[in-house]
């Protein structure tokens, strides 16, 4: 039987402006890794994988307003 894909949803913790993007669609994660640079009040937030993964879809662009539970991007945990 083959083992169903799971995915996980990397969403924004609070308000912020996205300063980088630094990872493509197709890419390995190693949980700990930065996946996307914010900025909120002056201050840099890195916004880590929490898991291993392949990055399935990225939602967000570098210049763009975030949201708290905005989605930014989603891994494949398969």
Same mark, same amino acid.
């Given at each position: 039987?083959?083992?169903? *894909? @799971?995915? @996980?949803? !990397?969403?924004?913790?609070?308000?912020?402006n996205v300063l980088t993007v630094s990872v493509a669609?197709?890419? *390995?994660?190693?949980?700990?890794?930065i996946v996307v640079l914010l900025e909120s009040m002056k201050m840099e937030i890195p916004v880590l994988?929490?898991?291993?993964?392949t990055v399935l879809e990225i939602k967000v662009d570098p210049g763009d307003v !975030? *949201?708290?539970?905005?989605?930014l991007l989603t891994l494949s945990r398969s």
């Amino acid at each position: 039987m083959a083992r169903e *894909q @799971q995915t @996980q949803i !990397v969403a924004a913790e609070m308000v912020a402006n996205v300063l980088t993007v630094s990872v493509a669609p197709g890419d *390995q994660v190693a949980a700990g890794d930065i996946v996307v640079l914010l900025e909120s009040m002056k201050m840099e937030i890195p916004v880590l994988a929490e898991a291993p993964g392949t990055v399935l879809e990225i939602k967000v662009d570098p210049g763009d307003v !975030v *949201q708290e539970g905005d989605v930014l991007l989603t891994l494949s945990r398969s």
